[in-house]
């Protein structure tokens, strides 16, 4: 007898070379066992009349880290599709952590990731961290990077300096270590400090222990914005030099007088790979990103850490400092003050109970209720909240969008954030990709739309038996109405769940059935080359 059988569906098997076609799939073990007509009983019987069958999609840019570990986890990307979620992003992640490290690495994290009670920091390395995963339960899968902010603190604190040998040494180790402990690869976040406070070179040695595991460096570039090209320029360096592949975060031209910069970039991961690199990216389906507020601060500001920061901000000399810096150009630094500018800049989560009624305002709207310049404004506002604060910003074009969702390279990435007044990402990132990019714009067919969110991102990690409705793979699979699928989920309203996915099944288990959450922890924890 099979555990399950899915009956009379349209599949859709991830390889986008296939036609959908009608096929019942049975599963056994958590593994897909048939695919064809099945008339074996089972254990359970669904029906996906009507209705398309993919594997399950991978988020290849996830920041539920620490989502995991809350009393209840979220469901906002199992019912959207998601049955694998890529961790450690942005080179700020929970391990390695540890001594006087662990609050810093905290505070990093709170406007990220969230904040979780101390008790539940039951690690303090990466492999623990793993270990915590698997005791905690999941609901979807968890695939782990290693993240070169705890690295470089382990290693030299947050002094903004270059390493010394040694200490380069020492965070060869941890890298070479955590792969083998199966991490992905390396992610850095080369706007979050200390990520930035890491040369080039430091990237390329760090990344051979990467590339000669087989993994993927992945990265927010240094500049998104002006310097996008130049930026994109070391980025293709450090994966060339080093042999890792070369996975961007949410590729994006920030702000309306660096959009036309894209295609000069598009033309150079081109060339790249005819120099035998490997590249892809990934990105959100919206034309507004979102992360935490202090990015729009200086690097410089962080170089004492986390605790200063906050006493700083309340000093009268580095205030005048921090306002200086924004009357500065774009070839200086990424000044969102004159990028997108402050009113096109949101609150959307806080800490404290006081400060709840800026979610969702603007720092121009904000600063005018409270009668300040909003760099004051948000100087003091991060000094209250510890730093607790996340930030949605618009920026972007559809054109470039386009290009880079549209492009072969690329694939989905939710970067959902979690508290507040989130994103419509965090609920709607792969609805809202088929509803735009299959249905009302048709830029794939559906096989197409279904190979870029499971064997493709399936392949970058380096999993082949996941991402595909085919015996012997792991029963990772989405039911979903082609025609209905779409996101509801708005910057208004960002909570609400999508239409058009009544079930989802993690590793052969329901965790969505009837367009209704199922409270149960099947996921695994994946492990590089395991």
Known sequence: MLDLVIKNALVVDGTGERKPFPADVGVQGGKIALVGTIDQEAAKVTDAAGLALAPGFIDMHSHTDLEYFREKPSDAKIRQGVTTEVLGQDGLGAAPVGGENLQIV???????????????????????????????????????????????????????????????????????????????????????????????????????????????????????????????????RISLESGAHLEVSHLQAYGRVNWPIMDEVLEKAERMVEKGGSISWDRYPYLAGCTVLTAVLPNWTFNEGTAALVRNLRKPEFRARVHADFTKGLDVWHNRQISVGWENIVVTAVQLGENKWMEGLSCRAIA????????????????????????????????????????????????????????????????????????????????????????????????????????????????????????????DIPEAYPEGIPHVFVNGTAVVEEGETVTCTPGKVLRHGK
């Not at 618009?394 to 470039?400: A, E, K, L, Q, R």
């Open 106 to 236: 905290k505070d990093l994290l709170a406007g990220l990731d969230g904040i979780i009670p101390d008790e539940k920091w039951t690690w303090r390395t990466f492999p623990e961290y793993l270990g915590a995963l698997e005791r905690r339960g999941l609901n979807n899968n968890a695939a782990v990077l290693l993240c070169h902010g705890p690295v470089r603190i382990a290693a030299l604190g947050m002094e903004e300096r270059a390493a010394t040998p040694a200490e380069l040494r020492n965070m060869k180790a941890l890298v070479r270590e955590s792969m083998e402990e199966g991490a992905f690869g390396l992610s850095t976040g080369l706007i979050y400090p200390p990520c930035p406070y890491g040369d080039t070179e430091e990237l390329i040695g760090l990344n051979r222990e990467v590339g000669a595991k087989g993994g993927i460096f992945v990265v927010h570039q240094r500049d998104e914005g002006y310097y996008l090209s130049r930026s994109f320029d070391e980025v293709s």
């Open 368 to 491: 005018d209720r409270l009668g300040k310049d909003p760099i004051d404004m948000v100087m003091d506002l991060l000094a209250d909240e510890k730093l607790a604060v996340t930030m949605i910003s618009f920026y972007g074009s559809d054109t470039v969008l386009e290009k880079v969702l549209g492009h072969p390279r690329g694939t989905v990435g939710s970067d959902g954030i979690f508290g507040g007044k989130p994103h419509p990402r965090l609920y709607g990132a792969y609805p809202c990709f088929f509803r735009r990019f299959v249905r009302e714009k048709p830029f794939f067919t559906l096989e197409e739309a279904v190979r870029k969110v499971t064997s493709f991102p399936a392949s970058i990690l380096g999993i082949p038996d996941r991402g595909r409705i085919e015996e012997g793979c792991w029963a990772d699979m989405v039911i979903f109405d082609p025609d209905k699928i779409a996101d509801r989920s708005t910057y």
